[in-house]
RNA sequence: GCCCAUGUAGCUUAGCGGUAGAGCACCCCCUUGGUAAGGGGGAGGUCACGAGUUCGAUUCUCGUCAUGGGCUCCA
């Protein structure tokens, strides 16, 4: 008897009972056969070779279906692992998923540890295993307890320990088997798999790395080697440009260039000195900000940067964030401590004094600076430091008023990441397993979160228990020029502070309430997002945020008078503006200004001295022709004021 | 914190057992130029720091610190 299976164009079609996903590629056409890899029964990626049964819903993928990637990465991942244990015959293979363009394996390699020119021979023998055509096999393992004894033979521990978690799941082995049939390699691995590895063609293996044993620092060390593997040549010269395009990017590299920050050995890692060119950006940025919230009604607060431990203890920090706080100094005999977060500071402004129901609600703002230890191993320029600013507020209102609060913190993000030219995706975590408050404290948060969400018509995925134990929680991931994605802003409804704090105001009846208090950053940190922001723009800050806005260059000294005049006229417009009367040619010091990725540069000869125009050079278009200053400063002081982003 | 790698003038880097060379930047001189490098000269390095091996260490070994890539965590 045959059996139905539905075809991507709604079509059904009828095959031979015990028919698989070949099977049925070759019923529909020998060319999608040849070209077949894997198969997508019921929208679940599976290997070719799987059985259909009737009714299924059945896609045959070839390489031009972008799910058959992850089929190619995960057989290339078996394939270095075979080349590793043909090489390394000690090397004991841990785990080789898939991962975002790419692939890892882990390995314990008693006696050796991985080098560059090991990625090199590696390569060289996978290239020999693929093309050797070895076909990846499927084999349900009959007797559990056998296997585990043969990988305890051969010595394959974390095999050993993956096996015995999943006896009862029937767990599957995949066969390399070579063009004889023999079996030359196997994994434990629950697939799916190419047929054969010899679509394995355009891999490179990128880097060695460290790594533990289940991800558990008191486990095995391994060693982890990351590579990324494509169906064809330009996909993977396309892969490669894109990490040195994110390269070029770094932020690290370009603040060597536009002299943006530093750390010192002598001051102490993860603490960022901000340069005059950065601190102009961020200073442009911090004005921008407060404006914003001063429309919003925000009011703006300063806290003390170090308080008695007795704040932390009633906050619970010293409970549950103690291993991010510093060791406390010693004051007059009273333990203090650098704060770590601005919330308790804040409430400590809320609770100096009675609050109606008619002050809420009240939004507290603040610029605030915290210091958390961050494991040496973790820091990472500007991204991940010890010391830094958060844009942080906190909004104290009435459980009536949370919604509205909340619409009004999603209106101030779209406001601000769309001016910096991000766009955005909205996460809503829920209630995590570990949590506190009662279940209809968490309904009255996470319901105001979503509805405000909706309001806004923001599209959202819902992590389910992704929030923290304390708060459910928006998060929101931006994504930047070159389509990487950043932490970006978050918003919290607390449920546990106000309890701990007593934090109340008085209501229309009389009596005491508990308020409900939102934390919320925008920009998160300002380290970290200025940090973010050179990558973003790969340094060519739009012109309202340049450090220096425009550059003017006097041909010769003689025509510095005029060039003084225009620069005195953008000073008083506001205009970032230097002269540059150094006596280098005039093409010298454009490539400078271009270098130092300045948006624009006034040429001022004879010509324009003469005719009481100005010559103007944008950095990405070039040479704008001549103008009226006039005509330039009113341009430029648009383009300032409503922050273009050029180009 | 753990694993691996790296650490030579402000920056990018060559060298690698016999106490360092380049390009750019910097300073001086000449050049006054039409939209991404005009020419010449000069100064600048206890080769991250500390021990050890050696007749001799920037070079080899160990330790420390920092940086980088990961693990883990988060703003």
């Known amino acids: 008897m045959g059996l139905k299976v539905q075809l991507p164009d709604g079509s059904t079609r009828e095959v031979a009972a015990g028919s698989t996903g070949a099977d049925l590629a070759q019923a529909i056409a020998n060319s999608l056969y040849r070209k077949a890899v894997g198969v997508l029964i019921n929208d679940e990626l599976k290997d070719l070779f799987t059985p259909l049964k009737d009714g299924d819903k059945v896609q045959i993928l070839t390489a031009e279906d972008p799910p058959a990637l992850e089929l190619l990465r995960h057989s290339s991942a078996h394939v270095m692992a075979e080349a590793v244990q043909k090489l390394f015959p000690d090397a004991k293979i841990a785990i080789g998923p898939t991962i975002e363009d790419g692939f890892y394996y882990d390995f314990e390699i008693p006696g050796h540890t991985l080098s560059t020119e090991d990625l090199g021979k590696i390569e060289a023998e996978m290239k020999r295993i693929a093309e050797s055509d070895q076909k990846l096999v499927r084999f349900d393992i009959p007797d559990v307890d056998k296997q585990i004894a043969d990988f305890k033979a051969q010595g394959e521990k974390f095999k050993v320990e993956l096996l015995t978690e999943h006896r ?25 798999h190419l047929p054969s590895t010899k679509g394995i063609k355009h891999f490179k293996l990128l880097k060695v790395s460290g790594s533990y044993w289940r991800g558990d620092e008191n ?18 010269e396309g892969y490669l440009h894109r990490l040195e395009e994110a390269e070029k990017r770094d932020h690290r590299k370009i603040s060597k260039q536009l002299d943006l920050f530093s750390v010192h050995e002598e001051v102490g890692p993860g603490l960022i000195f901000w340069h005059p060119n950065l601190a102009t950006v961020r200073n442009t940025i911090e004005d921008f900000w407060r404006a914003e919230h001063r429309k919003r009604g925000y009011q703006f607060v300063y806290t003390p940067h170090i308080a008695s431990e007795q704040l932390y203890a009633i906050s619970g920090h010293l409970e549950t964030y103690a291993e991010n706080m510093y060791s406390p100094m010693d004051i007059d005999g009273q333990a203090y401590r650098a704060k770590p977060m601005n919330c308790p500071g804040h409430i400590m402004i809320y609770k100096s004094r009675l609050r109606s129901y008619r002050d809420l609600p009240v939004r507290f703002a603040e610029l605030g600076t915290v210091y958390r230890y961050e494991r040496s191993g973790v820091l990472h320029g500007m991204l991940r430091v010890r010391g830094f600013t958060q844009d942080d507020s906190h909004i104290f209102c009435t459980r009536e008023q949370l919604e509205g609060e909340i619409m009004g913190v999603l209106d101030l993000i779209d406001m601000l990441m769309t001016t910096f030219g991000y766009t955005y995706k ?7 397993e570990k949590s506190l408050g009662t279940d209809e404290e968490w309904e009255m948060a996470t319901g105001a979160l979503e509805r405000a969400l909706q309001k806004r018509n923001l599209d959202y995925e819902i992590d389910e228990g992704g929030g923290v134990f304390y708060a459910p929680k928006i998060d929101i991931k931006l994504f930047d020029a070159i389509g990487r994605e950043w932490q970006g802003p978050t918003v919290q409804v607390d449920l546990n502070l106000p309890k701990r704090f007593d934090v109340t105001y008085i209501g229309e009846d009389g009596n005491r309430h508990e308020a409900v208090m939102v934390h919320r950053a925008v920009l998160g940190s300002m380290e970290r997002f200025c940090g973010g922001l050179i990558e973003h723009y790969a340094g060519a800050f739009p012109v309202w945020l340049a450090p220096t806005q425009v550059v003017v260059i006097p041909i010769s000294d003689r025509h510095q008078d005029a060039a003084d ?58 040479d704008l022709g001549t103008m009226t200053p006039q005509l330039f400063v009113d341009k430029l002081h648009d383009e300032i004021t409503n922050r273009f982003l050029d180009e």
């Open 565 to 622: 005049k225009l620069t005195q006229a953008l000073t008083e417009k506001g205009v970032r503006v230097h002269v540059d009367k150094r006596s280098e040619t005039m093409n010298y010091r454009i490539r400078e200004a271009q270098m130092q990725q300045t948006p624009y540069m006034v040429v001022l000869g004879d010509k324009e001295v003469e005719k009481n125009e100005v010559s103007v050079r944008h950095r990405r278009k070039g």
């Open 426 to 432: 909205a996460y809503l975590s829920t209630r995590p």
């Open 219 to 236: 486990r095995e060390t391994l060693q982890r080697i990351y590579a990324t593997s494509w169906w064809t040549k330009e996909d993977l």
């Open 168 to 192: 009862d799941h029937s767990p599957t082995l995949y066969l390399m088997k070579d063009k004889e049939g023999n079996v030359v390699w196997n994994d434990l691995c629950r697939g799916p």
